[in-house]
């Protein structure tokens, strides 16, 4: 690398290249590190349901099971074979 800057230098002492070490600021490079930035938090904020996006707080998270809903034909016409109410099969 030493060699590298040597020779650099050196070019740049006869005028071949240009003396800029830096590269320009570009308004493309910005907009796609912000957006990379954004979908960083917004995969973090799903994750983890919390975050700058989420508006509301993480469910509480309970071990009893929910009771299975009945079917809704079936509370409608309890004491009907299926055939009878419209060949549904539940």
């Known amino acids: 690398m030493r060699v590298l ?3 650099r230098a050196l070019l ?3 005028r071949y290249v240009h003396g800029e070490e830096s590269f320009p600021y570009s308004i493309t490079l910005l907009i796609a590190t912000l ?3 954004l979908g960083l938090v917004a995969i973090i904020d799903m994750a ?3 975050g ?3 508006d509301s707080p993480p469910p509480a998270t309970t071990s009893a099971k929910a ?3 009945a079917c809704p034909v079936e509370s409608l016409s309890p004491g009907l074979p299926s055939r009878a109410r419209g060949g549904l099969t539940l």
């Open 48 to 50: 983890f349901r919390s």
């Open 35 to 37: 957006l990379l930035l």
């Open 52 to 54: 700058p996006l989420s």
């Open 5 to 7: 800057r040597a020779e």
């Open 12 to 14: 740049m002492a006869e």
């Open 67 to 69: 009771p299975e809903a």
